[in-house]
Nanobody
Framework: QVQLVESGGGSAQPGGSLRLSCATS???????LGWFRRAPGQERKGIAC????????FYVDSVKGRFTISIDHAKKTMFLQMNSLKPEDTAVYYC??????????????????WGQGTQVSVFS
């Protein structure tokens, strides 16, 4: 059974840090894992992803240099370290999986399996 379970959300002040976790199970050998977020009043958007096929990692410009994906393959867990947080990072964060990746992990509409989401709030 496929499962993705996020944890680690919460509140932080601007400039602070949080680390999100995405524990996975039931995955095939080939997949892409992505982090998405939905800010208040906005659509859900992909912000970072990892390709198991070639090990590549991608970040959108708004989080590049501040957020970092890491993978613990033994624990089948993906992390998102979020530093230098800004109020505009406030959102519900989701991890998701694409089991039929076609090249880059940035084909955001191909992600079929989703975690439940975790809230991140950044305010003074």
């Amino acid at each position: 059974q496929v499962q993705l379970v996020e944890s680690g959300g919460g509140s932080a002040q601007p400039g602070g840090s949080l680390r999100l976790s995405c524990a996975t199970s039931g995955f095939p050998d080939s997949y892409a894992l992505g982090w998405f977020r939905r800010a208040p009043g906005q659509e859900r958007k992909g912000i970072a992803c990892f390709s198991r096929t070639d090990g590549s990692i991608f970040y959108v410009d708004s989080v590049k240099g501040r957020f970092t994906i890491s993978i613990d393959h033994a624990k089948k867990t993906m992390f998102l370290q979020m530093n230098s947080l800004k109020p505009e990072d406030t959102a519900v964060y989701y991890c998701a999986a694409d089991f039929f990746p076609r090249g880059s992990c940035t084909k955001w509409y191909d992600y079929d399996y989703w975690g439940q989401g975790t809230q991140v709030s950044v305010f003074s």
